[in-house]
């Protein structure tokens, strides 16, 4: 690989973690501030006469609309401005962030904290490996694609059967396949940034996309681990 083309490999990997971190960011402060915050937190609920709550229209859009952006971003990458790709990444950080709020109510602050360290610690060591490694990680990318399809499937089923081992094995699957695809998706960033894209617009606009797989890598990690780390309130 020549110097101009790794210069611009390198630049581009190094946008795509930039997003992520950015999104990550929003996320994070997003979901402290609606966690410790009875009266942000509310507003996504509704209060029935008999005490018990139920999410209202604000609730359900928090719920269902990262799904959508996700899908908007996936299928309309070629179509979109980089502009419109960078407001839809952003909302999407902000949504996630209100949707994760409610882990501060769930778990303690500090163990909420420790996990982050923790997955922030898996994450850059795979990270490393898939930008470093020189096997071709493709194989096992489908793999734990496949892997990830059956624990979605088993975590369906799961909601009728509130089985406790069925969920700690999940979860431990879990916490395999989203370590297996950080380093899968920084190699595949990298093999993207090699390819010595200049454009500017189409260059923002995959590296928006890159780095929203690597920030659902991260949260879906954070998230896994958070169920063997942390101590409930």
């Keep these: ?95 996630m962030g209100m949707s994760l709020s409610f882990i501060f109510l769930v778990y303690t602050q500090t163990s909420i904290f420790k996990t982050f360290l923790i997955t922030s610690g898996m994450f ?38 509130h089985s406790e081992r069925l969920d700690y094995i999940i979860s431990i699957i879990g916490v395999i396949i989203f370590t297996g695809l950080t380093a899968y998706d920084v190699q595949k960033i990298k093999n993207i940034g090699m390819l010595g894209l200049e454009n500017s617009e189409t260059t923002t606009k995959l590296s928006i996309n890159a780095a929203l797989s690597l920030y659902l890598d991260f949260i879906n990690l954070f998230l896994y681990l958070l169920r063997f780390f942390g101590k409930r309130n």
């Design 1 to 95: 690989m020549n110097s101009p083309t790794r210069v611009l490999s390198n630049t581009f990997v190094a946008n795509v973690f930039m997003w992520m971190f950015l999104a990550l960011g929003i996320t994070a402060l997003t979901a402290y501030l609606f966690g410790t915050s009875e009266t942000l937190i509310m507003s996504m609920y509704t209060i029935r006469a008999d005490g018990t709550a139920s999410m209202n229209i604000l609730g359900w859009i928090v719920m269902l609309a990262p799904l959508a952006l996700v899908l908007i971003m996936g299928f309309g990458i070629e179509k979109m401005k980089a502009s419109t790709m960078i407001l839809i990444f952003i909302a999407y950080s902000i949504l």
């Design 124 to 161: 850059g060591i795979m990270a490393v490996v898939g930008y470093t490694t020189k096997t071709d990680l493709t194989k096992l990318g489908s793999i734990l694609l496949m892997a990830l399809v059956g624990i979605i499937i088993a975590s369906l089923v799961n909601m009728f059967m």
